[in-house]
């Protein structure tokens, strides 16, 4: 009985080994911890050492979101939370506060499987001008077009319509642009990285086709309703004359939901 006591331990395959290497992978399951662990975690540290570590993170999210990268929790536990994991939910949502009441920004996760977390804030055209031309945030202006395009469309287009769309705007995709450099690369793989795009290659194509559709981070960020509205103001049309997209903008408002939810 003890030799088989110790096979089926020595077997098991949730030995202290192999949570140690698990946490250290940062795949631990923080989403388990409980509040009384986390206020015990609290106890190890000063509230000094807890609001310097918050702010480490608040600086981490801010210098990756300057090129909109989404942020994985493993890259954040390794490379900044590291020993302070087992208060992992707490600095989030202190850092969430941060987010909101000091810079005005949400903060969403927006894989609860891969625990993927962005930043985000609303893309609005500036003073009704075609946002294009905006010398504010050129690459704004290009964004909000193809999602223009994408929303008026259905919800789907194929990429030849994008680049036919753009060259009437005199941004010709296979030419350098002064303020974007290689526009068919900001938009197949920058704005792809960064959600705000979906770029499928479309099947059985020959040559192949690609059609685009809005990413993740355009659902939550983009109001359909200003995409409308801008598109009325371009073609000099009553935004509810486009029957469709005028329901869709209305009736399916933006409502992300904090991050920090997921935390507790």
């Known amino acids: 009985m003890t030799q088989r006591k110790k096979g089926s331990s020595s077997q098991n395959p ?4 192999a949570t140690l290497a698990e946490e250290e992978d940062g795949d631990f399951s923080f989403t388990q911890l409980t509040t009384s662990q986390v206020q015990r975690g609290l106890e190890k540290f ?33 490379n ?6 087992h208060i992992y939910p707490e600095i989030m949502a202190r850092a969430a506060r941060t987010f909101d009441q000091v810079f005005g920004l949400l903060l969403l996760e ?3 499987k891969s625990h993927i977390y962005i930043l985000i804030n609303k893309l609005e ?11 504010a945030n050129p690459k704004t202006g290009l964004l909000f077009v193809v999602l223009s395009v994408i929303f008026m ?3 789907v287009v194929k990429e030849s ?9 005199r941004v010709d995709p296979g030419e350098k642009h002064e303020e974007f450099g290689d526009v068919k690369k900001v938009i197949t793989d920058e704005f792809v990285r960064q959600r705000y795009l979906e770029f499928v290659r479309i099947p059985h194509t020959e040559p192949v086709e690609h059609e685009f559709r809005w990413g993740q981070r355009a659902d939550l960020e983009v109001s359909k309703a200003k ?22 903008a209305h009736s399916t408002p933006n409502s992300p939901q904090a991050s920090t939810s997921s935390q507790r």
Do not use: C
């Open 14 to 17: 949730r030995s202290a080994d």
């Open 46 to 78: 000063t509230t000094a050492q807890v609001d310097q570590k918050t702010a480490e993170v608040v600086q981490y999210f801010l210098v990756k979101d300057q090129k909109k990268i989404p942020i994985r929790r493993a890259d954040l536990v390794k």
């Open 80 to 85: 900044v939370v590291k020993e302070y994991r």
């Open 110 to 112: 927006i894989d609860p």
């Open 125 to 135: 055209p500036a003073d009704g001008a075609p946002p294009i031309d905006s010398p």
């Open 153 to 155: 469309k259905g919800g």
């Open 161 to 169: 319509l994008i680049w036919n769309t753009l060259k009437k705007l």
């Open 227 to 248: 995409i409308l509205e801008f598109m009325g103001q371009l073609h000099e049309q009553d935004p509810q004359s486009w029957t469709q997209q005028y329901r869709e």
